[in-house]
């Protein structure tokens, strides 16, 4: 890339015209500075909000806290055991094991719901027939509610006789069983998360880019960049805060997603698509041993906070100068 492609495609994301007389300036990292009053008014207006989400959030961890260090049941506390719950949950090979798909499953979901959603924000910000009655047909997989989806979906791979397997058996390439072999079924989950998922990130992701100018692209036009150069270095950065975003809820949301594994598979076939969730779920419900499912929620509790300080901060670099 020449030395002039690269100082217009910087002077295109700060605004400039390749003149870089800065007529056209977009203050895009220009922070509102709150009076001392004024912060003192939102504080006060907060308040009441604040206090409220403690007191509704807060009896719930303190309990699950004292939970998670007893042995006892629903219906009683138990003795405290301390961290031995902890330390139980820790030596397991069905906590690692469903630790690894959890992973798994967060980051195909993750990114494959992104990649799938940033491809489908900028093919609509194209002009597309029909791209209105296009753009609502995208989202039906995250409104049509999730029962209705897995209802679906276990309709199409669920037995020898559905539709896909039917379709491969016609083809010559036999009859997969999809939710029945340990790998196809974690391949399968991944699938369905990604395509009730996407809708999401295609709405996050088509905000971000209508938040661009359009003259930041004509600058660098102008300047010889390349349609790539544009996307690489103008498109992806000025919504990198808005796709850290995402990647923060969406982990959130998969992490914790039970209704897409449990209705799918519950969890099966040999619990090779057993998350986190599904098995504090079982610890809890089913075997009735609530202070190792807590702990499991505590475990993966401190590793959402983790993952999202990490992107939180990834969201303050990406500032663009």
């Given amino acids: 890339m020449s030395s002039t492609t690269s100082s217009g495609l910087a002077r295109a994301r700060k605004g400039l015209a390749p003149s870089g007389s800065g007529g056209g300036t977009l203050n895009l990292n220009r922070k509102s500075k709150l009076s001392s009053q004024a912060s003192r008014t939102f504080f006060w207006l907060l308040l009441p909000s604040i206090v409220l989400l403690i007191l509704i959030n807060g009896y719930p961890l303190i309990y699950a806290g004292i939970q998670s260090t007893h042995d006892g049941n629903l219906i009683q506390t138990g003795n405290f055991v301390g961290l031995e719950n902890f330390t139980a949950v820790l030596s397991s090979p069905a906590f690692w094991k469903a630790a690894q798909f959890t992973l798994l499953f967060t980051i195909v979901g993750v990114f494959g719901s992104w990649l799938a959603g940033l491809g489908l924000a900028l093919l609509l910000r194209t002009k597309i027939p029909a791209g209105g009655t296009f753009k609502v047909l995208l989202l039906l997989p995250w409104v049509v509610p999730i029962v209705v989806s897995s209802t679906a979906w276990n309709w199409l791979v669920a037995t020898p006789d559905s539709l896909v397997p039917a379709i491969f058996r016609n083809l010559g390439l036999g009859t997969p069983l999809f939710l029945a072999d340990p790998t196809l079924a974690a391949i399968t989950v991944m699938i369905f998360k990604v395509w009730v998922s996407f809708p999401f990130m295609m709405m996050m992701t088509s905000a971000a880019l209508a938040s661009v100018d359009s003259t930041v692209y004509e ?95 990834q969201i303050r670099k990406s500032s663009v100068e």
């Fill in 219 to 313: 600058a660098a036009s102008m300047d010889g960049a390349t349609r790539w150069q544009q996307f690489s270095q103008i498109t992806l950065p000025l919504i990198a805060r808005s796709t850290y975003i995402s990647w923060i809820l969406m982990t959130i949301f998969c992490v914790n997603d039970f209704p897409t594994i449990y209705l799918l598979t519950g969890g099966g076939p040999v619990d090779a698509t057993t998350s986190l969730v599904v098995l504090a779920y079982r610890t809890v419900f089913q075997d009735f041993a609530t202070g190792p499912g807590v702990a499991i929620a505590f475990l993966m509790t401190i590793t959402l906070v983790i993952v999202s300080v990490i992107l939180y901060r």
